[in-house]
């Protein structure tokens, strides 16, 4: 069974400040894990699409990494800004079904 | 190009009642996914299609939901006897080939009453 596990829950910290956000799952056999973001209320905005062979994607301020055989990912966010402020998911693409964590809320301060 | 899409986008039902929710997928997208997402938690899997053939339905949580895709694109997702626990946002997924990106629609926020 796939488990997907986020750390923190929850972070609250000032603008401009870089973050990390972790995920980590349990089964390393996977095609490829994404992040995405989601707004209250709204659907899912996908960030980053990391394939199995690979260690890391790059978008903007946003950068992922993936440790497949540790089963590991994080998320670096650079100079945060206000609208940044949204729950972030990690997920697996698994057994070809996503398994998802259960998310960070995060929210910056102005 | 089109996105997927969802119809109706919000859906309140009294307990008791079936309701249907619609998934339009990206065209060509091979594979189509379903899941439900509760209030405050990460969306679960719930069924996946590839094509019209149903290749895994681990994720329904009880035989009062059922799903199909009976020409290969367009799925729907029924929900019979709704259930105040049935209430949350149902997620349609498409992608154009096994173990791809999946690309999500917006969701249908389901109130059970």
């Known amino acids: 069974k796939q488990e997907v596990t986020q750390i923190p829950a929850a972070l609250s910290v000032p603008e401009g400040e870089n973050l990390v956000l972790n995920c980590s799952f349990t089964?390393?056999?996977?095609?490829?894990l994404q992040w995405f973001r989601q707004d209250p209320g709204k659907g899912l905005t996908s960030l980053l699409l990391?394939?199995?062979?690979?260690r890391e994607q790059t978008s903007g301020r946003l950068n992922a990494s993936l440790d497949k055989s540790s089963g590991r990912s994080t998320l670096y966010i650079a100079a945060s800004q206000p609208g940044d402020s949204a729950t972030y998911l990690c997920a697996v693409n698994w057994d070809d079904k996503i398994i998802f964590g259960k998310g960070t809320r995060l929210h910056i301060l102005p | 190009g089109a996105g997927v899409s969802q119809s109706p986008r919000y859906k309140v039902a009294k307990r008791g009642q079936d309701v249907a929710l619609r998934c339009d997928p990206i065209?060509?997208?091979?594979?189509l996914f379903w899941y439900q997402q509760a209030l405050g938690q990460g969306p679960e899997f719930l069924t996946y299609?590839?094509?019209?053939?149903?290749?895994?339905k681990s994720g329904l949580p009880s035989d009062r939901f059922f799903a199909e895709r009976p020409e290969g694109s367009v799925s729907t997702l029924k929900i019979q006897r709704t259930q105040q626990e049935d209430s949350a946002v149902y997620l349609c997924?498409?992608?154009?080939?096994?173990?791809?990106?999946?690309?999500f629609g917006p969701g249908t926020r389901l109130t059970v009453l």
């Open positions: 990391i394939q199995s062979s690979q």
């Open positions: 089964d390393s056999a996977i095609y490829n």
């Open positions: 997924a498409s992608s154009p080939a096994r173990a791809n990106e999946q690309f």
């Open positions: 299609f590839q094509n019209e053939a149903q290749l895994d």
């Open positions: 065209s060509g997208h091979v594979s």
